[in-house]
């Protein structure tokens, strides 16, 4: 084979791998944005369809022999070529090694599991549910030793979603978050301080909601021309290229901050997907690179900055003039306390910056030792309703606001969840070093949001996947994860909020 | 191969051919109802590589040597087979008779052709267009010539839109409305009858319009768990399968009938799709026959029973609530002759419905001239402007109002336009054989719907594909098109309207 050629069925091969994730990815979004009710089964089949393709022509001899040709001419490619050969590389093990039909098996074993999931959730039912997450497990177990028998299969798993973080790191991550902020939110708990958020539960009509998010997206300089905002149950960011990005949100009459928060998040995924270089555009790099990075960036925009004085202080006004009746009497001061209320609650969707990493841990510590062999999916619901109680202290009343709240599970993607936690903590840790360099809260005072863009646009951003999450926290804050910046940030702000003796 | 075998493969490849076309059609849908704006790009390169993939599987060597094998045991197949392998044959030799090279080459000048075109039309510079046009023209004559070199070119295209149509008989058919429709709508401009439309050019809040739309929808029995109503520009109707059709309207303002009828023409496509044989599901012959036969389903719902006076005495009540202010003093009746006001007007997509085939038989002669060599594109406007004068009486003010004001020539469907004035004179002779079976306008006037439905779900909608257009017009309405029945249906209306002699 030549150099030429080969590189020419490494751009043929990426675009064609686009295209079908393209389809499938608007196929999904479609389904939850736009289509009607009954077309569920028809989008599946040709969701199996298209995927069954792209996995056949992926997984295929000739494209092993096409990378491994590459690897051998790695002294004579470019640097980003040798790094889409890298990824290709992971992505081509990872499902290479799973034989044909237990991939079909797998893919059908899914789509039951997440529809028996709902319907578990909506009848409060998690023994109809139990025997799929059980075949979930066995199946997630069996293809990461497919993989690797060598490792541990939660490892394996974990690499999927942020490479390079170790068991052992993350059981000291959350060791850390369990000795400090389990005791923080008990003294949140106790504080004398009372919140009052009851001004942000009136009635607010989605019109004005739906402007209030347009605004925002404005305000975070979100170019619109690339980037669509849509309505589903479950807010989600999609991108297709980094010319077609899809957010979208869920407007709820009676509750102004659900939508607007869930904006800011979303927002945050896709300043991350519309500002990869252009350099990567059409190849397997041109996108954020890893879950953990990615929700670095959700969570830096929508709780760092989202949540901070300076910038309520900045979008008050709006707030003012979309809601004058509403708002009335209500300071932004008393405005950003009401979003910064902490309570323990049941569902981590809902709950609040300081105890959202507590049902991360709930969810890490339980997976962990489901892909272990520790813990049997039936003993599943007694496990997670004794941790509620030990770290959040509340009582779990049902598995469908309990262990049935979340469908990460269902859709198999054990090890997702510590990429949350992750997030949180890297974006902390961000903050730090970007105020050595930035004066970011002028920079939200005064509405000049460009300057914190840019510094996350040269050190995290334009790279999409060129760089590991490992190199990117390189590039932007001092190397490896440090749980103390987050562990301060929310003491600092937390402390604050709710008068805390240090 | 056994026989087994060959059906199975049959079934993979109708069932690959339909994951391409459900996703492509998708990301058509997408990109004119919700993408943004410079997602534009993206979407064409995935289109044009899932276009490529499944042109190439469909063309390749296997795929005729199956359908070879399948012809040859006809006798041992059942009949829906047969006829599936029939359909797939058309296809197949259309598309396999074209190198690879031309077929993609004709692509990327479509993609060019329709965005110059947009612009020419924006910028009233047909000199901009013609030269693509004149490509356009030459790839479609001499792919017609690869299919069969003893036929017309035009000949051919039109079998892809409407199978069974010679040029002979739309000829015969073209012709006799010149004879008949020209001198009406040269009456019904010198009668004395003068209908006032003004009222439906008021203002009407987009939020009424939309709940009339689905009001009518729902009058019509169109089930909307499996059919969405979006909103776009051009207003069109595309099924991924029978559980998911999309249709889409356009909202006015100041234009109470735009949006109004526009849904019920579309809705008129969508019953077809919504209705065809569970047993076809998954198939190539799950969907409408031709693009005639479906125009006369749109045109049937829209024109003969959406512009009829029961019709409107049916809906009026509703049109009056949602538009109390607006409709004060305007009887039924009143709103009936108002949405028939016929004018010769510029643009066939607001034209009424007697004007309507004139502009259509303007498209007939000159593309087929265009086709047949004995007219250059660079004479077309000033053919195009003669034509208007001669038919339908009025000057052509520019050609972004002439020439350009269409879509189809731009994408490569010449042969496409006759089957607009088909499905009118097809609708008006469905009419005629169904009142032999039906009580219609008692129906109507009751607001049941459904035997309406009915008559035409058994000859028509449930044979999908299965049977050609001729075979349709069989079951239906007595044989062969004659285009006496839409004259006389035509000249009853119009002559009612405007007190015309007989």
Not at 112 to 136: G, H, I, M, T
Not at 200 to 210: D, E, I
Not at 446 to 455: A, D, T
Request: aromatic share 12%.
């Amino acid at each position: 084979m030549k150099l030429a050629a080969a590189i020419t069925r490494l751009r043929e091969l990426e675009t064609t791998m686009h295209a079908y994730q393209h389809a499938m990815d608007l196929l999904y979004y479609d389904g939850v944005t736009t289509a009607p009710a009954a077309a569920f089964p028809g989008r599946g089949e040709t969701l199996g369809t298209l995927s069954e393709l792209s996995y056949r022509l992926f997984t295929s001899r000739k494209v092993g022999e096409l990378l491994s040709f590459l690897e051998g001419e790695q002294a004579n490619l470019d640097d980003q070529i040798n790094r889409e050969v890298r990824k290709l590389r992971e992505s081509y093990d990872r499902q290479a090694c799973i034989p044909e039909e237990e991939f079909s098996l797998f893919q059908e074993l899914l789509n039951e599991s997440e529809a028996v999931w709902r319907q578990a959730k909506a009848d409060n039912q998690y023994d109809l549910f139990e025997p799929y997450l059980n075949r979930v497990v066995e199946y997630s177990v069996r293809f990461a030793k497919y993989y690797d028998d060598s490792l541990p299969a939660y490892h394996v798993l974990l690499q999927e979603y942020e490479k390079g973080t170790s068991m052992e790191s993350l059981d000291r991550f959350f060791a850390d978050l369990r000795t400090e902020i389990v005791p923080l939110v008990q003294q949140v708990l106790t504080s004398s301080v009372q919140i009052d958020d009851s001004f942000l539960y009136q009635t607010f009509p989605v019109a004005q909601q739906r402007e209030l998010a347009d605004y925002v997206l404005d305000v975070l300089g979100v170019d619109r021309s690339r980037c669509a905002l849509g309505e589903t149950e479950h807010p989600f960011t999609l991108h297709f290229n980094k010319d077609d990005v899809r957010i979208t949100t869920h407007y709820e009459e009676n509750n102004l901050v659900s939508s607007l928060y869930s904006v800011l998040h979303e927002a945050g995924h896709a300043l991350y997907e519309l500002s990869t270089a252009e350099s990567l555009r059409g190849t397997c790099l041109a996108e954020g690179t890893s879950m953990g990075i990615h929700e670095s960036q959700s969570r830096f925009w929508e709780n760092i900055i989202g949540r901070s004085l300076p910038f309520i202080r900045l979008i008050y006004p709006k707030i003012q003039s979309l809601f004058p009746r509403q708002m009335a009497g209500v300071s932004a001061e008393q405005f950003y306390r009401a979003v910064n209320k902490s309570v323990p609650s049941l569902i981590r969707t809902e709950s609040d910056e300081l105890t959202y990493s507590l049902h991360i841990m709930v969810r890490y510590e339980l997976e962990k030792r489901l892909v272990e062999g520790n813990l049997h999916t039936k003993d599943l619901p007694a496990a997670w309703n004794r941790m509620y109680q030990e770290y959040l202290g509340i009582d779990v009343p049902d598995d469908a606001r309990g262990v049935l709240q979340d469908s990460h599970w269902s859709g198999g993607n054990l090890g997702y969840f510590p990429s949350y936690a992750l997030g949180s903590a890297y974006s902390a840790q961000m903050l730090f070093y970007m105020e050595k360099d930035l004066a970011v809260w002028d920079c939200v005072s005064r509405g000049e949001l460009l300057p914190i863009w840019s510094w996350l646009e040269e050190r995290i951003y334009r790279f999409g996947s060129a760089l590991e999450p490992g190199e990117v926290l390189e590039n932007c804050c001092g190397g490896r994860l440090d749980s103390s910046y987050y562990v301060k940030y929310l003491k600092k702000k937390y402390g604050e909020l709710y008068h805390l003796q240090e």
